[in-house]
Protein backbone atom coordinates (compact mmCIF):
# COMPACT_ATOMS: atom_id res chain seq x y z
CA UNK A 1 0.00 0.00 0.00
CA UNK A 2 1.78 3.18 -1.22
CA UNK A 3 -0.25 5.61 0.82
CA UNK A 4 0.25 9.08 -0.49
CA UNK A 5 3.27 9.06 -3.25
CA UNK A 6 5.36 12.44 -4.31
CA UNK A 7 7.71 13.57 -7.18
CA UNK A 8 10.25 14.78 -7.41
CA UNK A 9 11.47 14.01 -4.06
CA UNK A 10 14.24 16.70 -5.12
CA UNK A 11 14.20 19.67 -6.94
CA UNK A 12 16.68 22.73 -7.95
CA UNK A 13 15.28 25.06 -10.36
CA UNK A 14 16.77 28.62 -11.41
CA UNK A 15 14.39 31.68 -11.10
CA UNK A 16 12.02 32.04 -13.19
CA UNK A 17 11.53 28.73 -13.98
CA UNK A 18 8.25 26.49 -13.68
CA UNK A 19 7.48 23.38 -12.36
CA UNK A 20 4.91 20.40 -11.43
CA UNK A 21 4.76 18.56 -8.43
CA UNK A 22 2.44 15.45 -8.54
CA UNK A 23 0.94 13.90 -5.29
CA UNK A 24 -0.50 10.76 -5.90
CA UNK A 25 -2.91 8.65 -3.20
CA UNK A 26 -4.13 5.58 -2.90
CA UNK A 27 -6.54 5.52 -0.36
CA UNK A 28 -9.40 7.19 -2.08
CA UNK A 29 -9.62 10.01 0.56
CA UNK A 30 -11.72 13.15 -0.69
CA UNK A 31 -9.90 15.88 0.94
CA UNK A 32 -5.90 16.56 -0.51
CA UNK A 33 -4.15 18.99 0.91
CA UNK A 34 -0.27 21.31 -0.48
CA UNK A 35 1.78 22.39 2.81
CA UNK A 36 5.33 24.34 2.61
CA UNK A 37 7.45 23.83 5.23
CA UNK A 38 10.37 26.10 6.59
CA UNK A 39 12.63 26.15 9.35
CA UNK A 40 10.80 27.94 12.72
CA UNK A 41 7.24 28.25 11.05
CA UNK A 42 5.46 25.00 10.93
CA UNK A 43 3.73 23.63 8.29
CA UNK A 44 1.66 26.17 6.36
CA UNK A 45 -1.22 25.40 4.04
CA UNK A 46 -0.91 26.18 0.07
CA UNK A 47 -4.14 25.16 -1.46
CA UNK A 48 -6.02 22.57 -1.07
CA UNK A 49 -9.22 20.26 -2.49
CA UNK A 50 -12.38 19.00 -0.92
CA UNK A 51 -12.58 16.61 -4.09
CA UNK A 52 -12.24 15.98 -7.97
CA UNK A 53 -12.44 19.07 -9.85
CA UNK A 54 -12.31 21.38 -6.85
CA UNK A 55 -9.63 23.48 -5.31
CA UNK A 56 -9.27 26.47 -2.70
CA UNK A 57 -6.71 28.51 -1.56
CA UNK A 58 -4.97 27.83 2.05
CA UNK A 59 -3.09 30.84 3.99
CA UNK A 60 0.09 31.28 1.32
CA UNK A 61 -1.23 30.48 -2.47
CA UNK A 62 0.42 33.49 -4.05
CA UNK A 63 3.38 32.08 -6.65
CA UNK A 64 1.46 28.90 -7.02
CA UNK A 65 -1.61 26.98 -8.87
CA UNK A 66 -2.86 23.69 -8.62
CA UNK A 67 -5.17 20.98 -10.23
CA UNK A 68 -7.41 17.98 -8.94
CA UNK A 69 -8.84 17.06 -12.42
CA UNK A 70 -8.35 13.05 -10.96
CA UNK A 71 -9.70 12.26 -7.11
CA UNK A 72 -6.31 10.54 -6.65
CA UNK A 73 -3.89 13.50 -8.09
CA UNK A 74 -3.70 16.38 -6.70
CA UNK A 75 -0.73 18.83 -8.57
CA UNK A 76 1.49 21.89 -7.92
CA UNK A 77 2.35 24.27 -9.69
CA UNK A 78 4.88 26.96 -10.04
CA UNK A 79 4.52 29.09 -12.67
CA UNK A 80 7.80 31.05 -12.12
CA UNK A 81 9.85 30.04 -9.62
CA UNK A 82 11.21 32.80 -6.86
CA UNK A 83 13.97 32.53 -4.07
CA UNK A 84 11.41 32.61 -1.75
CA UNK A 85 9.96 29.43 -2.78
CA UNK A 86 12.79 27.49 -1.81
CA UNK A 87 11.54 25.06 0.74
CA UNK A 88 10.20 21.55 1.64
CA UNK A 89 6.93 21.18 -0.09
CA UNK A 90 4.29 18.05 1.44
CA UNK A 91 1.04 16.73 0.10
CA UNK A 92 -1.33 15.08 2.58
CA UNK A 93 -4.86 13.43 2.03
CA UNK A 94 -7.50 12.70 4.26
CA UNK A 95 -11.33 11.39 4.54
CA UNK A 96 -14.05 13.14 4.46
CA UNK A 97 -15.70 14.49 8.53
CA UNK A 98 -14.67 14.50 11.03
CA UNK A 99 -11.79 13.24 13.81
CA UNK A 100 -10.48 12.22 9.90
CA UNK A 101 -6.32 12.14 10.57
CA UNK A 102 -4.08 13.35 7.59
CA UNK A 103 -1.54 11.28 5.93
CA UNK A 104 1.62 12.61 4.17
CA UNK A 105 3.80 12.18 1.61
CA UNK A 106 7.71 12.16 2.09
CA UNK A 107 8.10 15.49 0.86
CA UNK A 108 9.74 17.36 -2.37
CA UNK A 109 13.10 19.31 -1.17
CA UNK A 110 13.07 22.40 -3.46
CA UNK A 111 15.81 25.02 -4.00
CA UNK A 112 15.47 27.84 -6.62
CA UNK A 113 18.52 29.43 -7.17
CA UNK B 1 -2.63 34.99 16.86
CA UNK B 2 -1.10 32.12 15.45
CA UNK B 3 -4.37 29.29 15.35
CA UNK B 4 -2.15 26.55 17.38
CA UNK B 5 1.28 27.64 20.17
CA UNK B 6 3.51 25.50 21.42
CA UNK B 7 6.75 25.71 23.06
CA UNK B 8 9.63 25.06 20.89
CA UNK B 9 11.94 23.58 23.44
CA UNK B 10 14.35 21.75 23.07
CA UNK B 11 13.27 19.54 25.68
CA UNK B 12 16.40 17.11 26.76
CA UNK B 13 15.19 14.36 29.13
CA UNK B 14 17.50 11.33 30.11
CA UNK B 15 15.83 7.67 29.19
CA UNK B 16 13.37 6.71 31.25
CA UNK B 17 11.78 10.56 32.06
CA UNK B 18 8.27 11.37 31.95
CA UNK B 19 8.26 14.64 29.86
CA UNK B 20 4.85 16.38 29.22
CA UNK B 21 3.99 18.68 26.37
CA UNK B 22 1.16 21.23 25.71
CA UNK B 23 -0.39 22.47 23.61
CA UNK B 24 -3.06 25.91 22.99
CA UNK B 25 -5.60 26.68 19.77
CA UNK B 26 -7.43 29.77 19.48
CA UNK B 27 -11.06 28.89 17.93
CA UNK B 28 -12.91 27.59 20.21
CA UNK B 29 -15.00 25.88 17.26
CA UNK B 30 -12.01 23.48 16.49
CA UNK B 31 -13.42 19.81 16.54
CA UNK B 32 -10.46 17.23 15.70
CA UNK B 33 -7.07 17.22 17.91
CA UNK B 34 -3.98 15.29 16.69
CA UNK B 35 -0.41 14.60 17.56
CA UNK B 36 2.12 14.15 15.07
CA UNK B 37 5.62 13.19 15.47
CA UNK B 38 8.32 14.28 12.70
CA UNK B 39 12.07 13.24 12.70
CA UNK B 40 14.43 15.12 10.90
CA UNK B 41 13.81 15.52 7.13
CA UNK B 42 11.12 13.52 7.40
CA UNK B 43 7.24 13.66 6.56
CA UNK B 44 4.91 14.11 9.78
CA UNK B 45 3.58 10.82 11.04
CA UNK B 46 0.32 10.35 13.00
CA UNK B 47 1.07 9.59 17.23
CA UNK B 48 -2.50 9.69 18.24
CA UNK B 49 -6.08 11.73 17.99
CA UNK B 50 -6.85 13.41 20.87
CA UNK B 51 -10.49 12.36 22.19
CA UNK B 52 -12.64 14.47 24.65
CA UNK B 53 -12.47 12.41 27.61
CA UNK B 54 -8.81 11.64 26.98
CA UNK B 55 -6.83 8.57 25.47
CA UNK B 56 -3.99 6.40 25.96
CA UNK B 57 -1.34 4.58 23.58
CA UNK B 58 0.99 2.71 25.35
CA UNK B 59 3.59 5.17 26.65
CA UNK B 60 1.48 8.05 25.51
CA UNK B 61 -1.54 9.41 27.10
CA UNK B 62 -3.33 12.27 25.21
CA UNK B 63 -5.57 15.06 27.09
CA UNK B 64 -8.03 17.57 25.81
CA UNK B 65 -9.41 20.42 28.19
CA UNK B 66 -11.56 22.06 25.45
CA UNK B 67 -12.61 24.92 28.61
CA UNK B 68 -9.04 25.94 28.75
CA UNK B 69 -8.22 25.09 24.86
CA UNK B 70 -5.32 23.04 25.58
CA UNK B 71 -4.45 19.78 24.83
CA UNK B 72 -1.22 18.03 26.38
CA UNK B 73 1.09 15.15 25.35
CA UNK B 74 2.35 12.94 28.33
CA UNK B 75 5.66 10.57 27.29
CA UNK B 76 6.28 7.98 29.73
CA UNK B 77 9.08 6.08 30.42
CA UNK B 78 11.03 7.75 27.24
CA UNK B 79 13.01 6.18 25.03
CA UNK B 80 15.84 6.74 22.79
CA UNK B 81 13.37 6.51 19.62
CA UNK B 82 11.08 9.08 20.89
CA UNK B 83 13.47 11.59 19.87
CA UNK B 84 11.89 13.98 17.56
CA UNK B 85 9.47 17.15 17.05
CA UNK B 86 6.22 16.56 17.90
CA UNK B 87 3.61 18.52 16.11
CA UNK B 88 0.39 19.52 18.20
CA UNK B 89 -2.50 19.56 15.29
CA UNK B 90 -5.91 20.77 14.91
CA UNK B 91 -8.90 21.07 12.39
CA UNK B 92 -11.53 22.51 11.85
CA UNK B 93 -13.94 20.38 9.54
CA UNK B 94 -16.89 22.48 9.34
CA UNK B 95 -14.61 25.02 7.35
CA UNK B 96 -13.14 23.06 4.89
CA UNK B 97 -11.76 20.61 6.85
CA UNK B 98 -8.77 22.69 7.10
CA UNK B 99 -6.16 21.70 9.59
CA UNK B 100 -3.79 23.98 11.41
CA UNK B 101 -0.80 22.88 12.47
CA UNK B 102 1.78 24.02 15.97
CA UNK B 103 5.38 24.75 14.81
CA UNK B 104 6.50 21.69 16.88
CA UNK B 105 8.48 20.84 20.26
CA UNK B 106 11.59 18.98 19.73
CA UNK B 107 12.60 16.48 21.99
CA UNK B 108 15.86 14.83 22.12
CA UNK B 109 16.13 11.61 24.82
CA UNK B 110 19.31 11.35 26.09
CA UNK B 111 21.18 7.90 26.92
Known amino acids: NAGVTQTPKFRVLKTGQSMTLLCAQDMNHEYMYWYRQDPGMGLRLIHY???????AKGEVPDGYNVSRLKKQNFLLGLESAAPSQTSVYFC????????????FGDGTRLSIL | RKEVEQDPGPFNVPEGATVAFNCTYS??????FFWYRQDCRKEPKLLMS???SGNEDGRFTAQLNRASQYISLLIRDSKLSDSATYLCVVNEWHTGNQFYFGTGTSLTVIP
Open chain 1, 49 to 55: SVGEGTT
Open chain 1, 92 to 103: ASSYAGGNQPQH
Open chain 2, 27 to 32: NSASQS
Open chain 2, 50 to 52: VYS
